[in-house]
């Protein structure tokens, strides 16, 4: 995939002048008058690039800053805190995709009752017109904003015109016979679709963290894995996955090629979901790096088997399985 050859060019490369702004009523003079994209930005597939297409050529017309209006948390984690995890990405990977797009201005607004009780003309004036001073945003045609999601993307339309500021207004995206979607992203998921999910996104989709201290059971077994938690995200289809991974940080930053259980380990007893990774020839410490790991195939279920040396055999199979997928992507 196209993108994934960007992505490894790109990797630890952010933008010159990449800056994050998280109160629309301190903001820094060098940080209003921007051409803006607004969302939550969940997973940033291809529908959300689309927008930030149109504010960077709005930018480039304007001569102004491109960047990013989007909320944290976001507001269906602060209306429903209990929901189970929809995400599909955390903020700070979703920051790290940003700087790869060339955003120069995030503002990553906090998401509180006090914002969220603001009526849509209120949020226009008071956050996109005085607060922030942006020039141009860009949203979705199914835009809703303000107190209640009364507001619509005409509604913003209409305010910029009476405020001073520009307003586009992006038509859907629809792929393979469907709206390309976080939500349909998240079905093809849980579904074991990664290639239908990366289809949407425009990219694989990648889940990244830092990498943990495990029980070092895949040492013992001939199969040693960086551990990463899940924890918050939009759980994919348990089972195992061959992967791409890019090591972001420390002496081992590269990228590699392996195999990856995303699962409870029902061989090992009741656990929490986490991520166990495989690098394929890979020798080194990866505890407290930063990895992305690309789901690029599902490969089979979780199970639990009659004895370790049945496991073991099984895993050599998944990566002998792994190797030839990869060595074809």
């Known amino acids: 995939m196209r993108e994934e050859r960007l992505h490894r060019r790109a990797r630890g490369v952010t933008s010159r002048l990449m800056r994050i702004v998280r109160d629309y009523q301190f903001v820094e003079p060098e940080d209003r008058g921007a051409s803006v994209a607004i969302g939550n930005f969940d997973g940033v597939h291809l529908g959300h690039r689309a927008v930030i297409d149109i504010a960077r050529t709005q930018a480039e017309a304007i001569g102004a800053p491109l960047g990013i209006l989007t909320f944290e948390p976001h507001p269906r984690e602060y209306f429903a805190p209990d929901a189970p995890p929809f995400r599909l990405m955390s903020p700070a990977a979703r920051t790290h995709r940003f700087e790869r797009m060339g955003i120069e201005r995030v503002f990553e607004l906090n998401f509180n009752a006090a914002l ?33 999601r009364a507001g619509t993307a005409q ?44 289809q949407m996104l425009g990219h694989w989709h990648r889940i990244e963290g830092e990498v943990i201290g495990g029980e070092q059971r895949g040492r013992v077994l001939g199969y ?32 590699y090629q392996g195999a990856a259980s995303l699962g409870v380990r029902p061989m090992f007893g009741a656990n929490a979901p986490n991520l166990e990774t495989h690098l394929f020839d890979f020798s080194g410490d990866l505890y407290g790096a930063t990895l992305s790991v690309a789901l690029v195939e599902f490969l089979r279920p979780e199970q639990k088997f009659p004895s370790l040396d049945a496991l073991i055999a099984q895993m050599d199979r998944d990566c002998d399985v792994a190797r030839a997928i990869l060595a074809a992507t």
């Open 224 to 255: 040693p894995t960086a551990n990463m938690g899940i924890g918050g995200l939009h759980l994919p289809k348990l089972g195992v996955y061959a992967v791409l991974v890019d090591v972001l940080d420390g002496p081992q930053a590269g990228s």
């Open 155 to 198: 509604d913003l339309k209409a305010f910029g015109e009476e405020l001073g500021f520009g307003v586009t207004i992006a038509t859907l995206l629809e792929g393979a016979g469907q709206r390309v979607s976080s939500t349909n992203i998240r079905v093809a998921l849980a579904e074991g679709r990664p290639q239908d999910a990366a």
């Open 116 to 148: 969220a009780a603001l009526e849509p003309r209120a949020f226009a004036d008071e956050v996109i017109h005085r607060g922030l001073g942006l020039r141009h945003a860009v949203v979705g045609a199914d835009f809703c904003f303000g107190k209640g």
